[in-house]
């Protein structure tokens, strides 16, 4: 009888084999999947944090638009208060010339000295 279970021995050896080489190929096979499928997660969200950044390319790019269209402005806005501040210091200058032309001036008087004090009045 241990003649004959010497060979079912050997008949299974080679067959333990093949299954132990298929389970660890079979295990290779499922890290080298999860390696592909964590690389395309990770691509994944490499994308999306491009196409935001691009997003807010756009946002930055808009806002130098606007931030050029408002510098382009301020000689326009030096123009008016230049023109304003002439305008009101010629009115001022010319109310001055009036007032003195008129002979109307401020003058002040010393209210004191008009009132009568108790030593005069005694």
Known sequence: M??????NR?????????????AAKLLEKKKEFEAVA?????SAQFVKRIEELGDDFDV?????IVHGQVLEQWPNMFRILSLF??????????????????????VRVPIEELRPTNSNAA
């Open 2 to 7: 241990r003649a004959s279970v010497a060979p």
């Open 10 to 22: 050997q008949s299974q050896l080679p067959g333990s084999v093949s299954s132990a080489a298929a």
């Open 85 to 106: 501040l002439s305008q009101r210091e010629q009115r001022a200058d010319d109310e001055n010339a009036s007032a003195t032309t008129r002979g109307e001036r401020l």
């Open 38 to 42: 964590a690389l395309e997660r990770a």
């Open 60 to 64: 930055m790019a808009d806002a130098g």
